[in-house]
């Protein structure tokens, strides 16, 4: 079988795709193993499908902040529940709400575990809701062609009108339910733990507290420098072993010498086992294998995963003891080959790669418009000690390119305008409770993540090992201690919210 990717030469990016002037994307469906949900939550499920969830949608109106003719159009927002182990409206049982990511909802879901195995204690309800623009939830009739049109349709796409459909819709939920007086607490990875984080400030009312896992809220213009996202993939790297990182980071120029060289070319198509193409190029294959070491710093897990792709436990110590194997001897082409080769075919199934795919299997696709709009994130500098290539991250070429293909002038300082992010620990100390704010180490994306503890109530959780919202995957009997600590002191310090406002609410009857 041959195994595509879809390389795309912008200098945009999703949290789930890599943030390169060249990057790509691995269109294969993660299915997350059944074997990892309980039985008693498979049999009473009332999933037919997958035994998860049922899938539902509710009518949403398409912009909650203005009151022109077409701002009361509406469209069909997919959700996904769980209803499986709710105590009841009767008994105030809590509503867990997953806060849609940038893609196919069922995507997230089906790699959100923690959720699930914890509504059992918890007696909770479990919704996880789609994000406006992704998935099954596209405004004007369901029409992608129309809905991602121009401006005039795309301008209706942003965290803030986001955020709006899920306090809507969690409001009516519950009315609908007879649980006004059931706590909600909102959970998130990645760009979703971000919008996690935003409500919980935002809709103080509807939610109680929030589990923000990844969320990278202070990865702004003039928060955190560009490099540190690629800073941490290179430790990673290095960290494991000094010849890996220093085969990587030679790679580049090797990839170009060799490219130009008389039969060049076909013997990089042949070592790294590329489907024959028109289109192949030294560009392609350097933007093919950054995206293998960004995608595998971030899913650097400690047990084997099959998220992105089909993965060992701790891939990035695999790859580097590919590249560091006596197998290869001293053909640095080859110990790239296998490296990369622990992220794109570590099933051994593929007999080539095709670097043509432009397919989007997770409805990735809406990013680009909120990448050049308001989700302005300073990602890809390198310096010299970086295992990629020395290049700036330039906010004008960003701009340029959003004004070519949408006609649009960013707005670089409105996420930090609307949700804050200067000064953080001071402002959020008196504005905010009841966030928690995990992050893993390792995965690039902590550079621009709450690290520190900013209150009783604003606790942020720190994992040396950790990688990209590890602590929100299903568990296994592989995790080690470090994981299962960390998910035991999220699982207390929820059970802590939940106590205190049923005492409130208590109280106040």
Known sequence: MAIGFQFIIITLFSLFSAPSLTFAFVPILPRFPSSAVSAELKQRSHSSQNGLYRTKFFTQILDHFNFNPQSNHTFQQRYLINDTFWGGAKNNAPIFVYTGNEGNIEWFTQNTGFMFENAPSFQALLVFIEHRFYGKSIPFGGNKTVAYANTSTLGYLSSTQALADYATLIIDL????????????????????????????????????????????????????????????????????????????????????????????????????????????????????????????????PTPSNFLNPLPAYPVKKMCEAIDSSVTGNNRLAKLHAAASVYYNYTGKARCFDLDDNSDPHDLGGWQWQACTEMIMPVGGSNKESIFPEYEWSYEARASWCD???????????????????????????????????????????????????????????????????????????DPQWLKDVRKLEVNIIASWISQYHQDLQSNS
Request: with cysteine; hydrophobic share 40%; proline share 4%.
């Open 174 to 301: 519950k009315k609908n339910l007879s649980a006004t007086d059931s706590p909600v607490v909102v959970f998130g990875g990645s760009y979703g733990g971000m919008l996690a984080a935003w409500f919980r400030m935002k809709y103080p009312h509807v939610a109680i507290g929030a589990l923000a896992s990844s969320a990278p809220i202070l990865h702004f213009m003039g928060l955190v420098s560009p490099d540190i996202f690629n800073n941490i993939i290179t430790q990673d790297f290095r960290s494991e072993s000094e010849n890996c990182y220093k085969v990587i980071k030679g790679s580049w120029d090797l990839i170009d010498d060799t490219a130009n060289k008389p039969g060049g070319m076909e013997l990089l198509r042949k070592t790294f086992r590329i489907c024959k193409s028109d289109d192949f190029g030294p560009g392609s294959l350097e933007g093919w294998l950054r995206a293998a070491w960004i995608y595998t710093a971030m899913t650097d897990y």
């Open 404 to 478: 070519f293909f949408y006609n649009v002038q960013p707005r670089p300082h409105w996420i930090t305008t609307e949700f804050g992010g200067h000064a953080v620990e001071r402002v959020l100390k008196r504005s905010a409770s009841n966030i928690i704010f995990f992050n893993g180490l390792r995965d690039p994306w902590s550079g621009g993540g709450v690290l520190k503890t900013i209150s009783k109530t604003l606790v942020a959780i720190v994992a040396k090992k950790g990688a990209h919202h590890v602590d929100l995957r299903f568990s296994s009997k592989e």
